[in-house]
Structure formats: structure tokens, C-alpha cells
């Protein structure tokens, strides 16, 4: 009877010694999988020979060694390195440091084969602190973008005139701001790259206060600070002119959607936080607010922004141009058949539709015997988010026109409209700028 139970027993502890023998195994094998995985970034980040980090401080990589640290599954490698970081007090060493101890407790309970443990581990595991964690994530992802595939001009910046000061690029599928400015070679320079963070709800926004950040083209319109500016907001705020007039062309509401820092006492944000605006460290925000100029700092809000492919950038500009000096020449010849073909079918000036609009250009085209049209300083923009008529490009131009009863100058806002790369591009929305 003995031998049998001391049998038993024996069995039971060989099956409990393979299980926690696999056990290790796998777990040896993922995390040197992962290691794998980030052993190319942590090189870079020891070396610092790329230029994506040089510019961080031995603070945030030292934040983002440890993050990769705990995605190998290394806990002890997280809390040694962020050792010498808890001295700044920063609240996301103290989450990173929180989580390090969370895997470290897991480890221990798998590697013990103690019975009644998996309530405590379940527990344990639901109480992942990726949430809190986000911008380590945030921050690590904008690092590996920077080294791979973020490199040359964006695609959707098809031209810069002189008018344009630069362009703030917010990411938010990579929670990155990127800042570039014209060169004089027609060019652009990236001027900086930055973690941003946007609403708290993703999407497109597209009712006031669903929490999202619109996806758009846009224009910084303002600067609030000082007792203009509740403190909640950082030191200064810039609010762009959302909705604009293809928000409004597809019922898009709200309004309030501003560039700001931190509450004054907040040093981390998680990267969706907000309530629809766009939020940088207090500090980065000071420095970045010299670069905007008021109507002339223009806003490219999306996902995924695509860098480097010169000839998909230039195929494109060479559509637009084509099709809005067809237009200029078509308007200048009083063929008002020709010239009225430029227009969408949804198409919207002011309170005129295209069936207004085509009223109004024929009876004024009547009376006239020239017309004289210039467009300089041209600005393009590829707007690179999905629209119900397809791709849409923003133009900005300085206006000359001269008729035999009529003469007219200023800037005017175009919206141009394709189904698709086949189809010639129609003006969806005409404005006139007052600035």
C-alpha cells in the first residue's frame, strides 16, 4: 500500500517537474525570440550613432531600453536600468517600474508549481498596466518608425508655395507631430519630431464631444495664452479652423480643437487623452509654438503618413497642375460649357450649389468680352484621409483676375475631387480667404 502511494506520488512530482521544464523552455525561447525582435534597436539605442538618437536625453533611453526590456519578458534587466532613473521622479519610471514587479511576480508563481495559484495569477495578469504604459509604447514605436521608414520629404505636401511657413504633421496612428519647412530648392526640412498625444476615442471626429481628433487639412488661427488660457492647457495654446468647409460640406460639427501643453503639475500623458485636441509636454510645446505662423502654419491631421516615394508625390502634382491650369484656361476662353466641366457635381460655394453656380457663371460670362486669369503662389496639399468622392487635394493660390467689366485680386481655397487615379480632378468647394 505504501509503495503504491510513494508510486504515485512520484509520478505526480516527474509530471510537475516536465510541466515546469517546459515551462521555462518556452518561456526561454519567446523571450529569445523577442530579443530577437528588438536586439537591432537596443544597438542603436547603445550606440547612438543615428540621428533619431542623438536627440534624446540619457533619461528617455533609459525609459525606452526598459520598455523593451519588459516586452522580452526581462524584469530584472527593467528595474536595474531604471534604477538610476527613479531619482527624476518621472510618474512613467514609476509605471514601468510597477510593471517590472508585476512580471517578476507572474515569473515566480510559474516557476514554483505551487497548487491553488492560479487564481492569484489570473488576478495578477488582469492587472497589466498597459494603459498607464502607453506612451513608453508610444514612444518606442516613434523611435523604430524614425530608424526604419520615416526618412525624405512627405508625399502629401505636393507643393509648397511662399505663402506657406510650414507644416505641422500630426500622426495619430504614431502619436508623432512632424514639423517641416520649405527650403529654397522647393524642398522640405524636417524641423522636428515629436510625441504628441490625441483624443481619447479613435477615429475621426465627427459630432462635438465624441473625444475624437478630426482628420483633415487645416490652419493654426490663433495663439491663447496668458489669461486667455485656463492653466489646465499648458502655457499656450494654438486653435486651428476646424470644421472647415469640407467638414461642414459632410456635416461634421464641434469646434475647440486646439495644440496645447500639460496641466501645469503633469509631466506624462498617455498618447489618446484627450478630448479631440493635440497635446505636447509643456517644455516641447514652448519651443515648438516659435514655428507657428498664424493662416500660414498649415495642419495635415491622419494616419500613417507616407515618406520618401518621390515619384507617387510628383505623379500626383503633375495631375493637379494639369487639371487646374485646364480650368484657368478654360475660364479664360468664356467657353462657359468647358469652364463649368471643372465643377463636382457636389460642389459648394458659399450658399451655391453647382446648379446655382453654373446659373450665376453663365449670366456673368455673357455680359463680358475677355477675361484674364492668373493663379501664383501656389500651395498643394494631398489630404490624406478617405472621403466619400475619393481623393481630395487642397490648393491655395494668390488670385489675378481681369475681365472687360470687372477686375478682382486676393487669395482663394480650392478642394479638388477624384473617384479615382484615372479620373481628372473636379473642384469640389471654391472660397475666397479674407487674410
Given at each position: 500500500m505504501v509503495g503504491k502511494l510513494f508510486m504515485k506520488l512520484l509520478s505526480n512530482w516527474l509530471r510537475l517537474g516536465l510541466f515546469l521544464l517546459l515551462s521555462v523552455v518556452c518561456l526561454t525561447t519567446a523571450s529569445a525570440a523577442v530579443d530577437q525582435q528588438?536586439?537591432?534597436?537596443?544597438?542603436?539605442?547603445?550606440?547612438?550613432?543615428?540621428?533619431?538618437?542623438?536627440?534624446?536625453?540619457?533619461?528617455e533611453k533609459t525609459i525606452l531600453l526598459a520598455t523593451i526590456a519588459l516586452k522580452s519578458g526581462d524584469p530584472d534587466r527593467a528595474l536595474k536600468l531604471l534604477l538610476k532613473a527613479k531619482r527624476s521622479k518621472d510618474p512613467l519610471v514609476a509605471l514601468l517600474e510597477a510593471e517590472a514587479y508585476r512580471q517578476q511576480a507572474i515569473q515566480a508563481m510559474r516557476e514554483s508549481g505551487a497548487g491553488g495559484m492560479g487564481r492569484q495569477e489570473r488576478m495578477l495578469e488582469s492587472a497589466e498596466l498597459n494603459n498607464g504604459l502607453g506612451e513608453a509604447e508610444a514612444r518606442l514605436n516613434a523611435l523604430m518608425?524614425?530608424?526604419?521608414?520615416?526618412?525624405?520629404?512627405?508625399?502629401?505636401?505636393?507643393?509648397?508655395?511662399?505663402?506657406?511657413?510650414?507644416?505641422?504633421?500630426?500622426?495619430?496612428?504614431?502619436?508623432?507631430?512632424?514639423?517641416?519647412?520649405?527650403?529654397?530648392?522647393?524642398?522640405?526640412?524636417?524641423?522636428?519630431?515629436?510625441?504628441?498625444?490625441?483624443?481619447?476615442i479613435e477615429g475621426d471626429k465627427k459630432r462635438r464631444g465624441d473625444g475624437k481628433t478630426p482628420h483633415g487639412v487645416y490652419h493654426f488661427i490663433q495663439k491663447l495664452q496668458g489669461k486667455k488660457l485656463a492653466s489646465r492647457y499648458g502655457p499656450v495654446a494654438f486653435p486651428i479652423d476646424y470644421p472647415n468647409e469640407l467638414d461642414v460640406l459632410h456635416k461634421k460639427d464641434g469646434s475647440g480643437i486646439w495644440l496645447h501643453g500639460y496641466p501645469m503639475d503633469v509631466n506624462r500623458r498617455p498618447p489618446q487623452d484627450t478630448r479631440g485636441c493635440f497635446s505636447l509636454?509643456?517644455?516641447?510645446?514652448?519651443?515648438?509654438?516659435?514655428?507657428?505662423?498664424?493662416?500660414?502654419?498649415?495642419?495635415?491631421?491622419?494616419?500613417?503618413?507616407?515618406?520618401?516615394?518621390?515619384?507617387?508625390?510628383?505623379?500626383?502634382?503633375?495631375?493637379?497642375?494639369?487639371?487646374?491650369?485646364?480650368?484657368?484656361?478654360?475660364?479664360?476662353?468664356?467657353?462657359?460649357?468647358?469652364?463649368?466641366?471643372?465643377?463636382?457635381?457636389?460642389?459648394?460655394?458659399?450658399?451655391?450649389?453647382?446648379?446655382?453656380?453654373?446659373a450665376h457663371k453663365t449670366k456673368l460670362n455673357a455680359r463680358k468680352t475677355f477675361v484674364e486669369v492668373d493663379l501664383a503662389d501656389?500651395?498643394?496639399?494631398?489630404?490624406?484621409?478617405?472621403?466619400?468622392?475619393?481623393?481630395?487635394?487642397?490648393?491655395?493660390?494668390?488670385?489675378?483676375?481681369?475681365?472687360?467689366?470687372?477686375?478682382?485680386?486676393?487669395?482663394?481655397?480650392?478642394?479638388?475631387?477624384?473617384?479615382?487615379?484615372?479620373?481628372?480632378?473636379?473642384?469640389?468647394?471654391?472660397?475666397?480667404?479674407?487674410?
Open positions: 528588438w536586439e537591432w534597436v537596443v544597438k542603436e539605442l547603445k550606440t547612438g550613432r543615428d540621428a533619431a538618437v542623438k536627440s534624446l536625453s540619457h533619461q518608425s524614425n530608424l526604419r521608414s520615416v526618412q525624405g520629404e512627405p508625399v502629401d505636401v505636393l507643393l509648397p508655395g511662399t505663402n506657406m511657413a510650414n507644416v505641422f504633421m500630426f500622426d495619430k496612428a504614431r502619436n508623432r507631430l512632424f514639423v517641416f519647412k520649405p527650403t529654397r530648392s522647393d524642398g522640405l526640412k524636417k524641423v522636428t519630431d515629436e510625441y504628441v498625444v490625441t483624443g481619447s509636454n509643456n517644455e516641447r510645446l514652448t519651443n515648438i509654438g516659435k514655428h507657428v505662423r498664424l493662416h500660414r502654419s498649415w495642419v495635415i491631421v491622419g494616419n500613417n503618413f507616407v515618406f520618401g516615394q518621390n515619384q507617387v508625390k510628383q505623379k500626383m502634382l503633375a495631375s493637379v497642375q494639369r487639371d487646374i491650369e485646364a480650368w484657368r484656361q478654360d475660364w479664360a476662353s468664356l467657353n462657359s460649357e468647358a469652364y463649368l466641366s471643372h465643377y463636382h457635381k457636389k460642389f459648394r460655394s458659399g450658399k451655391r450649389d453647382l446648379r446655382a453656380w453654373k501656389r500651395t498643394l496639399m494631398n489630404e490624406p484621409n478617405p472621403w466619400p468622392e475619393g481623393e481630395v487635394v487642397v490648393a491655395e493660390f494668390y488670385q489675378t483676375y481681369r475681365s472687360s467689366n470687372y477686375e478682382d485680386q486676393g487669395r482663394k481655397r480650392v478642394y479638388l475631387a477624384r473617384s479615382n487615379a484615372n479620373q481628372p480632378w473636379r473642384i469640389l468647394i471654391e472660397e475666397s480667404l479674407s487674410q
